[in-house]
């Protein structure tokens, strides 16, 4: 068994980045706050599906870019998607935020920071990834009373893509 997934998919989603650089990064973190806010409104779309009294034939409502069905499998891969999220467009965007106006003093002490942010956030992902081994309901029961863990990766990832965009802001 694979033991660190979403390192895994970090460390590839790095090179592949690597393969087309970005000039600009404005647009990629753009992207990015894009699909966390849609990961975030799946997540309440579950909650909100399963509270249904009388539900469509299963697994055949739209839910967000997956179907209900696809909910369990949708939930395990959130934390492989947000290690490549932040891997392909989070940090890429942010040090190509130069090639948008931001001064590279400003780029680099957010860079020194994320950096120190992706230390404890890849593993954070990758322990999400394990406990999701468990019975898929307990993740429905945490994500209906806002404990998931889920949720506080994403917005965790999001909060620092908020301050990367103002800063982009500032500067333009």
């Not at 660190?4 to 973190?29: F, T």
């Not at 409502?61 to 395990?76: Q, Y």
């Not at 965007?93 to 931001?102: F, P, Q, S």
């Not at 965790?156 to 990367?164: D, H, P, T």
């Amino acid at each position: 068994m694979n033991k660190a997934p979403c390192h895994k998919a970090y460390v590839n989603y790095q090179r592949i980045r690597a393969l087309c650089p970005l000039d600009r990064g404005a647009y990629k973190l753009k992207e990015a706050h894009s699909s966390l806010e849609k990961i975030l409104r799946g997540f309440d779309n579950i909650v909100a599906y399963r509270k249904r009294k009388t539900k469509a034939a299963y697994g055949e409502v739209d839910l967000g870019g997956f179907l209900a069905r696809e909910s369990p499998t949708r939930l395990r891969k959130t934390p492989v998607m947000l290690a490549e999220l932040t891997a392909y467009k989070v940090l890429p965007g942010l040090k190509a935020l130069t090639g948008d106006g931001v001064s590279i003093q400003a780029m680099n002490e957010q860079l020194v920071c994320f950096e120190k942010f992706i230390e404890d956030f890849i593993p954070e992902c990758d322990a999400a990834y394990r406990d999701l081994k468990a019975p898929i309901t307990q993740e429905y029961e945490r994500l209906n009373d806002g404990s998931s863990e889920l949720i506080w990766l994403t917005r965790k990832l999001m909060s620092r893509v908020n301050v990367f965009l103002d800063i982009y802001e500032e500067s333009s």
